[in-house]
Structure formats: C-alpha cells, structure tokens
C-alpha cells in the first residue's frame, strides 16, 4: 500500500523527512525539510531549508515559504480571495477561471495550529501567528500576531 503521493514533478532537497500519508505535486521542498502527516503541498508551492510542516497543513499554489520556518498543526493557506465552484455559465471552473493569488512566509517565522492565511500577503521574518488566528493583512517582522481578524500584540523580543 503506498502511503506517500509524490508526484514526479516534485523536487526535494537533500534529506528531507516525508511523513506517510502526503499528497505533494509540482512543488519544490529545499534541504533538511519535515514534513507531517496528511500535508499536502501543491504545484508552483515552495518550501524552504530547515521548516517543519506539521501534520494536517495545506499549502496551496502560490505560496512561498523561506528557510527556518515552523508551520503548525492544521495550518491552510488560500490563494483565492472569492473562490467560486462555477463560472457566470454554470461550468464547472478551470485553471483559467482564476487567478492565484501569491503569499509569502518569510524566513524563521512560527505560525501556530489552525491558523489560516488569506492570500496577498506578507508574514515578515521572524514573525509569530498565534494559533486559531485568522490573518488578512501583512504581519511586520519580528511581531506577534493573534486573534481573528489577527491583531498585533507586541513585538518580539
């Protein structure tokens, strides 16, 4: 039984940890990367040296981690801002439908369990998103972030 769907388009660093039960296609994985269980990583996604991706995550296309980046349980990442099943015809949409829209993790930043992050935007280096918390707009480096929508709270020390 395969537990791993690894698609051939995808491209891993060296010693990267792939947990069981992964869906990855069309990404790019760099050196010394875990990932968790029941993650999935889509085409034109990348993901830095050093992360750890926890179990439950999604990251959709279009979203760029850096190096050093923890990425807690249950995280998901969107890339549509009004996502629609159909197009003004009724047609089931396709890749052309729809513009992804791009999302930026920068390096060393610690976003927590079940985050969500709206797509457009920026989380600086260094900064933390408090778990549950639901970020719409840029987080500044170095800063702490909670809450839905997520407020700064104060700067890193």
Not at 47 to 65: L, M, P, Y
Not at 103 to 113: D, E
Request: proline share 3%; with cysteine; glycine share 10%.
């Amino acid at each position: 039984m395969t537990t791993k769907r690894i698609a051939p388009d995808v491209v891993l660093g060296k010693s990267v940890i792939l947990s069981d039960f992964i869906n990855l296609y069309g990404c790019r994985i760099d050196d010394d990367t875990k990932i968790g269980p029941f993650v999935e990583v889509q085409k034109n996604a990348f993901i830095g040296k050093n992360c750890k991706i926890q179990s439950h995550t999604f990251i959709c296309e279009g979203v760029t981690i850096e190096d050093e980046v923890f990425v807690g349980h249950g995280v998901m990442f969107i890339n549509d801002k009004f996502p629609q099943a159909t197009t003004e015809s009724g047609v089931l949409q396709t890749e052309e439908d729809w513009e992804v829209i791009s999302t930026v993790v920068k390096k060393g930043a610690s976003i927590g369990s079940n985050a969500t992050l709206m797509c457009g935007i920026t989380i600086g280096e260094g900064a933390v998103i408090g778990a549950g918390s639901v970020v719409i707009k840029d987080v500044p480096a170095n800063t702490i972030v909670a809450g839905n929508p997520a407020q700064i709270l104060r700067k890193r020390s």
